[in-house]
């Protein structure tokens, strides 16, 4: 943070255009920085976003920072806003229902700043993925440049979150296929990225679309197993989640959240302490859910 006040004194003597692509620089930089505490988090997210998102109105071509913050709004909604909807499902509904439609909100938002920033990098990039799904137009292969995976990534990510929580809205619910397609060609251009978070996420769209098959989606999750070098946390949630649960195999999901638990305890990045978080609740919560 010292940093960015240090490019907010160079105010009076640098363009406005090169102030704001600094400050704009600084804030992508800090939203990459890792942070394993949970409360401090959360109590810092709120500021950095809103600031960030007003830095890039002023800076839309800025895809680090667009990347940025599209992967804080989705990683806050689904860390601190849906898994409380969660929490809360049992002892009051209404209070769930609030958090989820704020989640859905922020799922939005995200997708909103990723794609308008995908656009720019990628004229035409929208109005392809809003062609008629099994049209020639609609199933020709989608390319994206190397440097776009990114932007690409959390545009599908926070797309596929704001559908699953929009069930009752057969519009986003049609949006499905063009978020898959969004996220495979991220995929077949850089099936690795994020450490194998990409290949959890098509694993996730592999499973949610209609007709997806477990033995796909196993065999995603292990492309992100060894693309994290040998266990993927958010791999090991899914496992357990939505397969080993929909099969009502209690004892696959316990072992493969005690595993997540465990693989998740020595590392310092937030969204390993998020999931760990996730896999102790599910497991204190067992009982309901078998």
């Not at 490019?7 to 400050?23: E, W």
């Amino acid at each position: 943070m010292l940093a960015l006040v240090g490019v907010l004194g160079l105010a009076g003597c640098a363009p406005r255009t090169l102030l704001m692509k600094g400050v704009a620089d600084e804030l992508a930089s800090q939203g990459q920085a890792e942070e394993s505490d949970l409360g401090l988090a959360r109590d810092a997210a709120a500021f950095y976003l809103k600031l960030s998102e007003s830095v890039l109105r002023q800076v839309p071509g800025h895809p680090a920072l667009a990347e940025s913050v599209a992967s804080g709004f989705t990683q806050y909604a689904f860390a601190f806003v849906a898994f409380e909807a969660e929490k809360l499902q049992n002892t009051d509904s209404r209070a769930a229902l609030r958090q989820r439609q704020r989640a859905a909100r922020l799922y939005e938002r995200a997708h909103r700043h990723a794609m308008a920033a995908l656009e720019l990098q990628q004229p035409g990039l929208t109005l392809a993925l809003a062609s008629v799904w099994g049209s020639p137009a609609g199933t020709a292969p989608l390319r994206l440049a190397r440097e776009n995976v990114g932007l690409a990534y959390w545009a599908a990510a926070s797309w596929g979150a704001w559908i699953a929580l929009s069930k009752d809205q057969p519009e986003r619910v049609a949006d499905l296929p063009s978020a898959i397609r969004l996220a495979q060609a991220a995929y077949d251009t850089h099936p690795e990225h994020a450490q194998g978070g990409l290949a959890v996420l098509m694993a996730q769209f592999e499973l949610a679309r209609p007709g997806g098959k477990a033995a796909a989606a196993e065999g995603l999750l292990a492309r992100a197993d060894a693309a994290a070098g040998g266990t993927s946390v958010a791999a090991l949630v899914v496992r357990a989640e939505a397969l080993a649960l929909p099969a009502g195999d209690r004892a696959a999901f316990e072992r493969l959240l005690r595993q997540a638990v465990s693989a998740a305890a020595p590392r310092r990045d937030l969204a390993s302490q998020v999931l760990r978080e996730r896999a102790l609740w599910l497991l204190d919560t067992a009982d309901d859910l078998f």
